[in-house]
């Protein structure tokens, strides 16, 4: 890979919605290294364990570089050539809704744009939905609803200047770290901060809560519209910022109030202390900042639960004030930008509503388009029901892989295979999606790409390459140009650049604008390419560039009272809690589905950084100790979970901070990483009627124990390319490989295994075998490297993962050190440091808790020593857990 120079660039993290600065530098020798940006508004210097391990993924291995036709590699004029006409002959057969572009939040704005652009104004048709529907689109349809735009009005800002921080169905701690530690270190300043979460997990978030809501699922619609209800019995109401600023107040304060207090402790399983609790401090508290994410937005009422949220802050009138307000916070680094080119089916770009015959007739004049789509698209679970059924003939797939993310995951894969024409555009040449392409395209990466992204808080950031691309690897904004060219639209997407995008994407968003559309950066159109290169963070609204305020552009959206609305009034939206009991006697639990601390999605770019994948290497299930006993199930088994659509393997987690009745599992492992591990597989197309967003969060479910009569873990320094296990997990890590395995059968020659799986006939074998145990240890040896160990018990096997994996990179030069690794333990000199628990800098827990012996009581303390909890802090909470368990011990 070529490198662009050896000097630092700013850039901005390609995760999550918080929209990290990052400072890359490619050292003389091509070495990458990353840090977080201190200039940067969003992180001031923080990155958490995924962003700090950007560097370990940049690599080449597992790239898609070349283009190809049906396997067969190709030139960029064949296979750009080839898409074009199929698409252009699909639609001159079967008309513009035969096509569809599936898309996604880790798209650059400018490419979100083009596609927006190509799809809608020239083929025609409004079939281009994106991955970010199954993350914010009810929180888009709430703002819509409510303010009349698709405006978030909160801002990190509010986060530190908030009395009261509301977290509802948002696991900070592990899905937004810097923002966790945002408020932790304004709650260290200010101790009287208050802070709840609503989850019915007790999450790693809950380590700063002062109240934990252990709600039932889906219950949120009913907790806050007992909100409302309750500021209505107790005289908490702003009733002149109700009279002046919106409409709609009676009509949902009468659906709110069919609920009392103990029909909302029965729809929320919580109790009424519980509730009234709340109740009083958020009536109590004037700047009361609500944050949701996943646990709000991923549920068949997704769009009510925003609204009921809205709603308790337009009737106190906490919204458009400093450290008030709803925010929604979003799961990918450009979910608000897709939303700002109108990435969604049922978007126009630059805010515009495409059911608007004005903004349509708008967008068409701008753009002198021979015609744009009429009507709504396909969202993203009808689209891929469009393409099972036929009258989605042709789909092209950009960064997203829809097989494992998708709800009804098996039967969007079957669709995909059966569809007559599919394009995949990617980074890497092997996922789930992409052997099921008729046509790949290879796209730059991170690191290779440029452009903008836009965060939670509306801030546009840009992010800038600093790599050179490998292979044939281009931009995902030019090969959209390229296929559009080729189908006759050539004068309009005649691009050469991303800042010539940018330039007419923000042009777009002040055509016309009078102040009547939130969006619009319409100072930006005229940026040249210099002012592009050094483009800094802003946030929008911008009535120009470095700042300045008008009326219609005020700092903070809301602060005047007026709305997007047509008569510039919020609307109040009246909700009536309804509950769905999905459980049945076969499937008696609820599955919640979610991330962890350190992978990301389906895991394309975290699963090949070795330090991330130390803290959790394989899929796993949270139980309940209750449920757990009631089905047989001990910690580390191998656990069957079934829905009426599928079913997955994963490990068995019991711990009293799921609550009873339902399990969590997270969604991130794939056919790549795992044996039968997608776990999308058992969700259910179920939708919100407005949203159109998937409920991924609640899905009937039931488990039962593995039973396998024989568990392995493994280390090689080759990555297997078959696994004949029927549970097995792989996960990288420094020198190669770890695999966790069971098997229903014990009667396998090990050694024969061992070397099947290790790839390495020639290698030097040494072994132990215990059959009567059920115990065998084998090491391959070449030369003075370990080749690859296997360690197989009956029970899950008890060796130091960690340990095992650094003899990988070790010299084992005597027969003695090589017996060791077959004994499966390290000597006295080598202490094992354990599973886990810091990523940001490797520290374990065996190495907590000698430095809790050795005197380090507080976290702080911890940190001194070790480092551990220094930087992203999400760890924070298990270093606690572990310091208390100490002193238990200790005590005891």
């Known amino acids: 890979m070529e490198i662009d120079a050896a000097r630092e660039v700013r850039t901005t993290c390609p995760y999550c919605g918080v929209g990290c600065g990052v400072l890359a530098k490619v050292a003389a020798d091509g070495q990458v290294s990353v840090r977080g940006d201190p200039d940067h508004p969003a992180n001031f210097g923080r990155l958490c364990s995924k962003g700090s391990a950007l560097a370990e993924t940049v690599g080449l291995d597992g790239r898609l570089l070349h283009p190809e036709i049906h396997g067969r590699r190709t030139g960029w004029n064949e296979a750009l050539d080839h898409v074009a006409s199929t698409f252009s002959q699909t639609i001159a057969e079967h008309g513009p809704d035969a096509v569809a572009f599936y898309v996604s939040g880790q798209l650059l704005t400018e490419d979100y744009y083009l596609a927006n652009k190509l799809m809608k104004g020239f083929v025609g048709s409004a079939n281009i939905d994106t991955n970010s529907r199954l993350c914010m689109a009810s929180s888009v349809a709430g703002h819509r609803r409510a303010f009349g735009s698709d405006t978030v009005p909160g801002t990190y800002e509010d ?38 979460l609503v989850d019915p997990r007790r999450t790693m978030t809950s380590d700063i809560a002062d109240m934990h809501l252990a709600i039932a699922p889906d219950g949120d619609v009913a907790l806050f519209t007992g ?52 109740y009083s401090l958020f009536a109590a508290t004037a700047k009361t900042v609500t944050v949701y994410s996943q646990g709000v937005n991923q549920s068949s009422s997704g769009t009510d639960k925003v609204n009921a949220i809205i709603n308790c802050h337009l009737a106190t009138g906490r919204i458009g004030k400093p450290g008030a307000g709803p925010f929604s916070v979003t799961g990918q680094p450009n979910a608000m930008g897709g939303r700002e080119v109108g990435g969604m089916a049922n978007m126009l770009a630059a805010h515009m509503e495409i059911e608007n015959p004005e903004h349509r007739d708008r967008v068409q004049r701008f753009w002198n388009a021979p015609g744009i789509a009429q009507k709504p698209g396909l ?22 892989n829809p097989v494992d993310s998708m709800p009804d995951a098996d039967a969007v894969e079957a669709a995909i295979k059966a569809c007559p024409f599919v394009v995949v555009s990617d980074v890497l040449a092997s996922t789930d999606t992409v052997r099921h392409a008729h046509v790949r395209l290879p796209a730059a990466a991170w690191g290779e790409k440029d452009g903008t992204v836009t965060n939670s808080e509306r801030r546009i950031s840009r992010q800038r390459s600093f790599l050179s691309a490998p292979g044939e690897a281009k931009p995902d904004w030019w090969i959209i140009a390229e296929v559009a060219r080729r189908m006759g639209f050539g004068e309009a997407f005649a691009h050469e650049t991303p800042a010539e995008i940018f330039g007419e994407h923000a042009a777009l968003s002040g055509f016309e604008n009078d102040g009547g559309r939130d969006f619009d950066i319409g100072a930006y159109a005229g940026i040249d390419a210099e002012g592009y290169a050094r483009l800094a963070p802003f946030q929008w609204p911008a009535p120009s560039p470095g700042g300045g305020t008008t009326e219609q552009h005020p700092t903070r959206f809301f602060a005047n009272g007026h709305f997007y609305t047509a008569d510039r009034k919020a609307r109040f939206i009246a909700i009536r809690p309804t509950t769905e009991t999905r459980t049945t006697p076969d499937f008696p639990l609820i599955l919640n589905t979610g991330r962890i601390r350190d992978h990301w999605h389906t895991m394309t770019r975290t699963g090949k950084s070795p330090r991330l994948s130390q803290h959790i290497a394989e899929p796993f299930v949270e139980i309940h100790p209750l449920d757990a006993q009631h089905h047989g199930i001990g910690d580390a088994d191998i656990v069957r979970i079934s829905s009426p659509r599928g079913d997955v393997l994963v490990r068995a987690l019991i711990t ?29 197309p179920l939708i919100d009627p407005v949203s159109g967003q998937p409920a991924l969060k609640h899905v009937a479910a039931r488990l039962e124990k593995f039973v396998a009569k024989a568990f392995a873990f493994a280390v090689m320094r080759r990555r297997p390319e078959a696994i004949a296990a029927d549970y097995w997990a792989v996960a990288r890590c420094r ?130 020593a070790l480092k551990a909890g220094t930087n992203c802090g999400s760890c924070r909470s298990e270093i606690r857990a572990l310091i208390q368990a100490s002193r238990v011990q200790a005590a005891e």
Not at 159 to 187: K, M
Not at 266 to 271: D, E, M
Not at 386 to 396: E, H, M, N, S
Not at 658 to 667: I, T, Y
């Open 159 to 196: 986060l530190a200047r908030a009395d009261l921080i509301v977290l509802v169905g948002s696991n900070l701690a592990w899905c937004h770290p810097v923002l966790y530690q945002r408020i932790a270190a304004a709650r260290e300043k200010r101790p009287e901060m208050k802070i709840v």
């Open 227 to 278: 909100l409302l209800a309750w500021l209505g019995q107790h005289n908490a109401l702003d009733r002149a910022y109700i009279t002046a600023h919106t409409t709609g107040f009676g009509q949902a304060l009468f659906a709110a109030s069919a609920l009392d207090l103990a029909g909302v402790a029965a729809a929320t399983g919580l109790s009424e202390d519980e509730l009234g609790g709340f």
């Open 379 to 400: 969202k993203a679970v009808e689209m891929f029901q469009g393409v099972a059924d036929g009258r989605i003939k042709a789909l092209w797939v950009m960064a997203t």
């Open 656 to 684: 009293p901070r799921q609550r009873q009745g339902s399990v969590f599992a997270p969604m991130h492992w794939t056919d790549q990483f795992a044996a039968k591990g997608r776990l999308d597989a058992l969700t259910a």
């Open 735 to 864: 020198g190669g490989w770890r695999v966790e395995l069971a098997f229903a059968n014990d009667d396998a020659d090990w050694t024969a295994f061992a070397g099947s799986l290790f790839e390495a006939p020639s290698a030097e074998m040494l072994a132990y075998h215990d059959r009567d145990a059920g115990q065998h240890r084998i090491a391959a040896f070449d030369g003075e490297h370990l080749t690859g160990a296997l360690f197989v018990a009956r029970g899950p096997v008890a060796v130091s993962r960690g340990w095992a994996a650094e003899q990988l990179e070790e010299v084992h030069a005597s027969r003695r050190e090589r017996f060791r690794i077959v004994a499966g333990r390290a000597g006295a000199e080598r202490p094992d440091a354990g599973a886990t628990v810091c990523s940001c800098f490797s520290v374990g827990a065996n190495q907590i808790v000698a430095a809790v012996a050795a005197g380090c009581t507080t976290v702080e303390a911890i940190g001194g």
